[in-house]
């Protein structure tokens, strides 16, 4: 005689429904957030000076294909400049935007602006330098407008001094103009060269970060300019000058002496104890001549590092600014302020491919303009320094 079934009660059938339902909605949430917000092991977390991973060089690494990219175009990003806006001008090709980093050793997850804007809750975030740090946070704030829209609450119309506020977040960008780091005048005459006070702080910035939890600081190109060098207002050299009487320096001659004066005036900060990334030198990738002499940036994919080589003045402007860092921050730990590396200098020498070069205006406007192989492309390879920019402050967050 068989068994009889015990019939199953609506009620009970509605309690087994109801758990199956918050079980399944409780895993789907918790999946969400570990691929979202959470590694899910040490190796997936990248390394930025310091952390459970020390073996781990972020920087040590190739370009990999990432057909997923990008994830903004200039149709849905307001603040794209026009000289970078290389889809807008007919840019033909677009595989220079399906790659993302990957470091030899472990991942560098791509960025994640709600997992960003949550971890700089309540805080601040400047950027230090000239039009490339300009590039950089105008592509943060492209990666941003995927989940938000800043207020602009700059006291000018200056956009080398722009400050944008998230409310939501409590949270505020800023950028302060400064190509050459220390105090500097331009003449009247724009033939003539800049005078750079290398021993003499750019009040500009350096009476300001002192307000912000993150700075980022960067400068290169301007220092490819005719320049006036002066130390202890007296001048002790040029760039590019004319006059046979000043004795002929190096481009490295000021570049070197500005980042240490940059440094110096990081250092002696009193009680500060945020944080300050300084930027390595971004390359340029003219061929077939200089800026000023037909030069041009025609490559459609990045190169590897076996293929990579930094040369010439490129490699002499990071090594000397390296140098500079290096002494920096061994005074800088000893202070106890916050000096770290953001090294983007060999990662970006891969990627010729990322510059506006021609599409930086429609090409039946007439211009008297060089190819622009010093900016990047936006969207581009630029918005990787996102990548390394949230993994960096999550470092120093422990979020």
Known sequence: MKPQRKKTTPKLTTYIIVAALFVTVALTYYRFIRSHHLPANKKDVAIGGGGDNESCDLYSGEWVENPEGPYYTNETCWTIQEHQNCMKYGRPDRDFLKWKWKPNECNLPLFDPLYFLEMMRGKSLAFVGDSVSRNHMQSLLCLLSRVAYPNDVSKTDDHNFKQYEYPEYN???????????????????????????????????????????????????????????????????????????????????????????????????????????????????????TWDNGGNCIRTKPSTSKESVLADINLEMYKSQLQEYKIAEHEARKKGVKLR???????????????????????????????????????????TWNDFMMELIKREEDY
Not at 190 to 217: C, G, H, M, R
């Open 171 to 289: 949270f505020n960008i800023s950028i302060f103009w400064s190509p050459f780091l220390v105090n500097t005048e331009k003449r009247q005459d724009a033939t003539q060269p800049f005078e750079l006070y290398l021993d003499e702080f750019d009040q500009s910035w350096t009476s300001e970060i002192k307000n912000f939890n993150y700075v980022i600081i960067s400068a290169g190109h301007w220092f490819l300019r005719p320049t006036m060098f002066y130390s202890d207002r007296k001048v002790i050299g040029c760039l590019y000058c004319s006059d046979t009487t000043i004795r002929h320096r190096s481009v490295t001659f000021g570049y070197r002496r500005a980042w240490r004066t940059a440094f110096r005036a990081i250092n002696s900060l009193k009680n500060y104890k945020e944080v300050v990334f300084f930027r390595s030198f971004a390359p340029s990738h003219f061929e077939g001549g």
């Open 341 to 383: 590396l953001m090294d983007m200098t060999k990662v970006m020498q891969m990627r010729p491919d990322g510059h506006p070069s021609k599409y930086g205006h429609a090409p039946d406007q007439q211009v008297e303009m060089p190819n622009d192989c010093v900016h990047w492309c936006l969207p581009g390879p630029i918005d």
